[in-house]
């Protein structure tokens, strides 16, 4: 599954992203991980969450920041949901439709899980997007 919160900066997306991963992590049978781009949002996790502050690679741009799921998903098989907070913010305004293809072949491949928030004007989402929101 992959979900989308896709809206304007200020209208809860993080705070549902939030919800979500410490309710997940509750019964979860394998390991969550929480990507965003500062520290800000670490301590609001429960411990179990493995929260990863992307600034900390040297991640720049869609391609790179696939790359970087590819090893996060390949370097521990008993991990089950991804949150990824703020996407555009990670990989800058650019078209994600070949980033969206390439979680669609991880999600099917490895049956992880995608909470992903996005800032944008919720009556011009993308195509390639809508289908998640």
Known sequence: MIKVFYGKKGT???KHMLENANGIVVNAKGNVVYIDDSNEQMMKLAR???FVNVK????????SFL????????QNYD?????????????GDTDLKAFFDGLKVIN????????ISINGDENNIPEYIAEFV
């Not at 900390?56 to 391609?63: E, F, H, T």
């Not at 991990?79 to 990989?91: K, M, P």
């Open 79 to 91: 991990i089950e949901t991804i949150f990824i907070d703020g996407l555009n913010y990670i990989v």
């Open 108 to 115: 099917k491949d490895n049956c992880l899980d995608f909470f």
């Open 48 to 50: 179990e969450i493995r």
């Open 67 to 74: 790359g970087f799921i590819c090893g996060v998903a390949s």
């Open 12 to 14: 809860g997306k993080t």
């Open 56 to 63: 900390d690679y040297p991640v720049q741009g869609a391609d």
